[in-house]
């Protein structure tokens, strides 16, 4: 089954396909300057299964905590951020919110949660961790 989603104007669009090989949130410093928020909603899809549908997206890269680069793609003219390339693990997260319809969306995880600020409040129906899970 195919599911759509972009950005905020409609003019990034994307397509996966298949299931998400995970679903998180993700606390980390990075990811709170990128939302604005507490935490990212990331559903992840590998390579094989995303592709890029509408207008071109603008790139911000940045080192992840692998020390691998980590490619923010947002629209250029809203500028919402529609999806990372995690180039370590080959897949993309995607912004959970970001999709047309959220009915397969459920969050397995908490991550980096030692970074997340005070006042968050973290999910006490999935595992929570202070860093990257090691497996």
């Known amino acids: 089954m195919v599911k759509a989603g972009g950005c905020q104007c409609g ?16 606390y980390c410093s990075d990811c709170q300057k990128r939302t604005g928020g507490d935490k990212w909603f990331g559903v992840w899809y ?33 500028g919402v951020t529609v999806c990372a390339d995690i180039t370590i693990g080959k897949f993309f997260t995607i912004n959970g919110p970001s999709f047309d319809t959220g009915d397969h969306l459920a969050p397995k995880m908490a991550i980096f949660t030692a970074s997340a600020p005070k006042w968050a409040v973290l999910p006490s129906n999935i595992p929570n961790f202070e860093t990257f899970p090691s497996s």
Do not use: I
């Open 46 to 78: 590998s390579y094989d299964n995303f592709k890029f549908t509408g207008a071109e997206t603008k790139t911000f890269t940045r080192k992840g905590s692998s020390g691998e680069d980590v490619h923010n793609h947002y629209c250029p003219d809203c």
């Open 11 to 26: 003019k990034v669009r994307y397509e996966v396909t298949g299931e998400p090989m995970n679903q998180m949130f993700c």
